[in-house]
């Protein structure tokens, strides 16, 4: 894989983003691999070596890596960054904690990330991370109480707080996350290895959730305005709003996007879905 630098950012910068010293250990796959898409994952096992990424787009990475080393500093009774493995299906799975407390049982995991990513609670990609990490957890002896993820929010606004009421309040936000039972985790993991383990055989397709898939809309736009006055899915609703406010208003549409293919997949450039539907948007 190769870190390029097209926007030339400062070489120290890139050189620490190059050095990042994190590795998923000997393993078959790590648990941040085993929640991703088994297509995504594939396609960058087979590309590896001609896989590019850009320095710029891992800036917040980077960020985030500092954020882990800064918080090290408040440990006193907790575990930290730990490595730990388990074996299912003939495979070895492999994850790292962010901090466990053995005496509460709690398990804390640290994500920078922005405020859009938070709007509508916890992802299930979060959710299954948590569990399948404390799965490790009491595999290796640990008893897990409680599972919680500190969200760090990087484009918080404190203007935006005052004015919104659907805006986080803070830009440090914790959140509960479902303690799924033993049970259900095995399930979990059982069917996302032989999903991966297919994956490697015949590639399957990323759903509309996995490509983080945005809706279709028609934005109801006014002269002389160069943002939208109100998105709408229902085509309906958007012609009844565009007849009720008169002829200074048209309606344009726009169609969804697959921001991770856009913008968070390496395999983007080898993904033959992903060609094909930039292609049928460009036809349309
Ligand atoms: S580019 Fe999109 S469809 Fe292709 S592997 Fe990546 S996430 Fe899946």
Redo the contacts with the bound molecule.
């Keep these: 894989m190769q870190i390029t630098n097209k926007f030339n950012l400062p070489e120290s910068i890139v050189n620490a983003i190059r050095n990042d010293p994190y590795t998923s250990g000997p393993c078959d796959i790590s648990v941040t691999r085993l929640i991703s898409?088994p297509?995504?994952v594939a396609?960058e096992r087979q590309h590896f070596k001609d896989l590019e990424l850009e320095a710029v787009d891992m800036w917040w990475s980077l960020w985030g890596q500092a954020i882990h080393v800064v918080l090290d500093r408040a440990e006193l009774v907790a575990d930290t960054e730990t490595r730990l493995t388990i074996e299912r299906q003939g495979w070895n799975i492999s994850g790292q904690f962010d901090r466990f407390d053995p005496v509460s049982g709690i398990l804390t995991d640290y994500k920078v990330t922005s405020c859009y990513s938070v709007k509508n609670g916890s992802r299930s990609e979060w959710i299954a991370q948590m569990n399948i990490l404390a799965t490790l957890l009491r595999e290796n002896g640990y008893a897990v109480n409680q599972l919680q993820i500190v969200v760090i929010l990087r484009d918080w606004s404190k203007s935006q707080a005052q004015r919104s009421t659907d805006y986080p309040t803070q830009p440090v936000v914790t959140i509960e996350i479902p303690l799924w039972s033993e049970e259900r985790c095995e399930e979990y993991i059982d069917e996302r290895i032989r999903l991966h383990q297919a994956a490697r055989d015949k590639l399957p397709?990323?759903s509309a959730e996995?490509?983080w898939q945005t809706a279709n809309v028609f934005a109801l736009m006014k002269e002389g305005r160069k943002t939208a006055v109100k998105l709408f899915e229902s085509e309906d609703e958007a012609e009844a709003a565009c007849k009720a406010v008169g002829d200074k208003h048209h309606l344009v549409f726009r169609p969804g996007k697959?921001i991770?293919?856009e913008s968070y997949?390496p395999?983007?450039p080898f993904?033959e879905?992903?060609q094909r539907e930039k292609a049928s948007v460009v036809e349309e």
């Design positions: 898409p297509r995504k396609l397709e990323c996995e490509r697959s991770r293919c997949c395999a983007a993904c879905q992903y």
